[in-house]
């Protein structure tokens, strides 16, 4: 976690991917708030003194006074920038922000302008104040992730309790976790009952009920009641070591703005020292004004630094991160960000992404003639399915309370491939299973049913005799039309469904929601197939395309989609490998806030960009043409700066 954490600061501070003091040189001092408050003191008595005549002080020592409190002031604000660039340029980092500020303010010093000197290193302290404050919220939106790691699991050994590293704790081990504690690691609940918070990791603030049979994560607090649990993944492998690793790779990949920045301010600072010299020296070797052309020079110097660039450009990606990461949306890099703020085409998973993957009884038919009840038919239809593991034999037995053949006697039982059940219930002949079965059972009484339904139909026969048939169905998420509304009034019109699901039953799932174009009936490298189909078309190579799925079938399009998104994913390795984005709830809707998110980032990242190199090729031309002077010299370099950080600090709120 450390590592995570002066990754993240050195990158917010410098973004120089080889330079490793551009920072904080191994000889900086940090100058905290007190120092500058000090110096913005006596730099304000000295100025307001240089108003005043001091009587009985003969006119050579009438600035002396002036020049101590100057002395002290830059002493105060400008020793520490002045060491670190002297270290800097003994390693190897020449052309950094300090080396800037420390050439300007001691050329000042060197001509006799004081207050100039002096205002350049307060101003740039004071800019540096406002990146670290600013560093500092990012590490708290981020820390709340980092906080998810417990230190120690209570483990259970026979009667004894024993408190040790969770990395000791092998999978089949039993920990207790207390009211109040996190859970350390991954488990099913073997004893007792209560309440988990979730919130760190899903944003999700509502507790949720746990009970015994029940899985809870790492990460996890127990607000109520102790919990025994059986540990089932070693931490390693649990859901906190995967969203640390999730961070890692934030911390890791850079966004193209990011890059930009990077590869930028390698060619642009040695380009505007070599600028500030020339205008120095050629105008003087004509005019011979020395004083002049070099305080023009200090005031290219002083506005061309870059600090507002590689300071607010990781910070707005950084700070977009930090913000999804608190409603439960991990991004693996800030290069994501930028894609998913280009998504035009989203490409999604039917079962367990839009669906609940959870089939449940919808509907039940009789015959005219039938001497059956829905409940009897129900109970019947749940014991002839009473030894089979398929979804759809769960449901009915779900559905069945005990209305008849509660004991039943189930004999007999036959499963015929692709078609159903032959089973003896009760001494009574069933079958259960599709048209097919019926058919070639030759049933009496049965007629093939009309396709107006969405879901699966489940029939039954008692004794060669037709009884009815029962309607199962997946349920539609209670969020998922409002993530397809949201997803239209972001502008990414293009919505896509691709299931193995039957053609009908997928068309009316996506007629419910809203979703344009449907591919039913695929196998997981037919969906793979259509995923290149639509990367195809897209109208330009700038319009990504996104696939959200539930993580597991779905791991090739994943990692082949520009951005891969997988739902409620922590407990799927092929998840984790294969998607850039991970929503840790089981909601789509959080799509919509993940697409906020990165446009909203990828915007202020920009607008910080054209602000400041706009703000400084205008204070650059003015400065060098004589019409400024050095204080607008300092807000073009220390403003812009604050400035930028405050808009990037807008994404922290």
Known sequence: MEEIKEKLHADACCNHDDHDGCCH?????????PQIAAAAVLFIAALILSRFTIPAVSAPYQKLPQLVLYFAAYMLCGLSVVKSAVWNLFHGNIFDEKFLMALASIAALAIGEYPEAVGVM???????????????????????????????AHLLAGSTE???????????????????????????????SGYVDTSAQTGEPVPRRAEPGQQVLAGYVNTQGALEIKVTKPFGESSTARILELIEHAVKNKAKSERLITRFARVYTPAVCAA???????????????HTWLYRGIIFLV?????????????????????ASRKGILIKGSNYLELLADAKTAVFDKTGTLTKGNFIVTDIHLPADGTLTEQELVAIAAHAEKYSTHPISKSLRTAHHGACCETAA????????????KVTVDGQAVL????????????????????????TIVHVAVNGTYAGHIIISDEIKEDAARAIEGLKALGITDTIMLTGDNSETARKTADALGIGTVHAGLLPEDKLTHLESCLAARKSRADAVIYIGDGINDAPVLARADVGIAMNALGSDAAIEAADVVLMTDEP???????TIARRTVRIARQNIIGALGVKAVVMLLGAAGITGMWTAVFGDVGVLILAILNAMRLLM
């Open 25 to 33: 040189g191994a000889e900086s001092e940090e100058t905290g708030l």
């Open 122 to 152: 307060l101003f740039y302290q004071i800019g540096e104040f406002f990146q670290d404050y600013a560093v500092d919220k990012t590490h708290d939106s981020i820390n709340a992730v980092l906080k998810l790691r417990p230190d120690t």
């Open 162 to 192: 024993q408190d040790v590293p969770p990395e000791q704790v092998q999978p089949g081990q039993t920990i207790i976790v207390r009211p109040g504690e996190r859970i350390p690691l991954d488990g099913i609940i073997t004893k007792g």
């Open 276 to 290: 500030a010299l020339l205008i120095t020296v050629v105008p003087s070797l004509f005019t011979g004004s020395w």
């Open 303 to 323: 506005v061309s630094c870059p600090c507002a660039l590689v300071v607010s450009v990781p910070l707005s990606f950084f700070g977009g991160i930090g913000s």
């Open 410 to 421: 189930v004999e007999n039982v036959q499963e015929i491939s692709g078609q159903g059940l």
């Open 432 to 455: 259960a299973g599709n048209e097919t079965l019926m058919q070639e059972q030759r049933v009496a009484g049965y007629s093939p049913c009309p396709r107006a339904h969405n879901g």
């Open 589 to 595: 809707s959080r799509l919509c806030d993940a697409v």
